[in-house]
Every structure is written in structure tokens, then in C-alpha cells.
């Protein structure tokens, strides 16, 4: 019991010097000082040094295995989508080569759509096509680029 009450002593003292205040003061060339003991000749303040906040290395490790085994069983639920069965991998084929046809065809009449506007038009053709240029944009990238 007396080396408890010894090394609680030894540690409280030595901790005492830990939170030592700190001064700050600005000479008369505006220069900001920073230091442990109150300058005595001139106008200083006194500075509340919050502690540090840690977070122990075990959680830390904790966190990472446990975000490690949610990304593995993710990883295993994307796996076992791939491996669908023929029939319903065929069927999203077909879904994806009909959306990349429609992309393409979005890309063609924007390029139309572009070289016309390049080519100069009137006010109107001009409003009309450059709303249709961004109704198409649009349409791309909600159905090509988004999803």
C-alpha cells in the first residue's frame, strides 16, 4: 500500500509541471511571444491549453478489423451477384448492350447537335438546339454516366 501511495505522489508531481500555464504577450514590433513563465515588465495573458484527446491503439485495431469484415462480406455479396444463373446473366447482358446502344445514340445527337450550333444559327434555332443539347446532356448522364 505505501509504494501505491508513493508512485501516485511521484506521478501527481511530476503532472503538476504538465499543465504549467501558458503567457503570451506582443513587443512593440507586433511580434506574438509564447512562453512558460509571466514576463514581468510587460502587459501579458494567460493562455487555457486544453488536453489532447487520444483514443487508445486497441480501438483503433478494433475498428479496422471490424471495418475489414464488413468490406470482406461485402465483397462476398458482389462475388455471389456475378455467379447469377445463366439465364438471368443473359438477361442483363442484353440490358446493358441496349443501354450502351442508347448511349451511343445520345453521343451521336449531341455531336449533331454541336457541330449545328457551331455552324451559326438564328436566335430561335439557336434556343431551340441548345435546349435540345441540354435535354440531351442530360439524359446521358442520368442514363450513361449516373448509373
Known sequence: MPGILA?????FSFSS???AEIYTWTDANGVVHFTDTPPSDKEHQSLDVTTPVTVPMAENLKQHQRISGIRKQVRGMLSSD???SSARGRSREKAIAKQEKACARYRRELA???SQLRAGYGISKGNSLRRKRRNLNHSLSWECMLR
Open 17 to 19: 509541471s504538465a499543465i
Open 112 to 114: 449533331k447537335v454541336q
Open 7 to 11: 508512485a501516485a505522489i511521484l506521478i
Open 82 to 84: 456475378r455467379k447469377d
